[in-house]
């Protein structure tokens, strides 16, 4: 797999066959090892390692509505609270991060309502917060910590 612009994390890779899958500690399984599984993993471990997310809290392909059909998250972080506090949409390596992806998550947020957004193709990390009065998006120059998030 393709390296990204993100730390290097240690992960269990299985082979079945032709096909590789990669073990998903938050899922407790096997999944298949796709360029876009490969992003979402290391961005999990980014959260949990490097930012300070608690892995309990985090939820990955957790199925929602939206105008009546199922939809899938990527990664979404919760408070302690049980809220969801962070939406994380995941995008192959060579999936350019453009408007269309950014009317993605806009649109799954009209449901959610999480303050942070962030949108990653493994090489390109945009994260924006939603402000709830203005009900416009503001970009930072950074992924949150948990502590950043719990403080806000």
């Known amino acids: 797999m393709k390296a990204l612009n993100l730390p290097t994390y240690s992960?269990?890779?299985k082979s079945e066959g032709d096909r590789s899958h990669i073990f998903d500690s938050i899922r407790k399984k096997y999944v298949a090892l796709t360029p876009e599984e490969w992003v979402r993993q290391h961005f999990i471990m980014y959260l949990v390692q490097d930012r300070g997310f608690p892995s309990s809290l985090i939820s990955v392909e957790k199925e929602f509505s939206f105008n009546r059909m199922k939809k899938r998250t990527d990664i979404l972080?919760?408070?302690r609270q049980g809220d969801p506090v962070m939406l994380v949409e995941c995008k192959a390596p060579?999936?350019?991060v453009n408007a269309a992806v950014f009317d993605q998550i806009g649109l799954y947020n009209l449901t959610l309502n999480v303050p942070w957004l962030i949108?990653?193709?493994?090489m390109k990390?945009?994260?924006?917060?939603?402000d709830p009065i203005t009900k416009g998006y503001g970009f930072t120059d950074h992924i949150p910590a948990w502590a950043e998030i719990?403080?806000?």
């Open 11 to 13: 992960f269990s890779i």
């Open 94 to 96: 060579d999936v350019p």
């Open 125 to 130: 990390h945009y994260c924006c917060r939603f």
């Open 119 to 122: 949108v990653t193709n493994g």
């Open 150 to 152: 719990q403080e806000s």
């Open 77 to 79: 972080a919760h408070n």
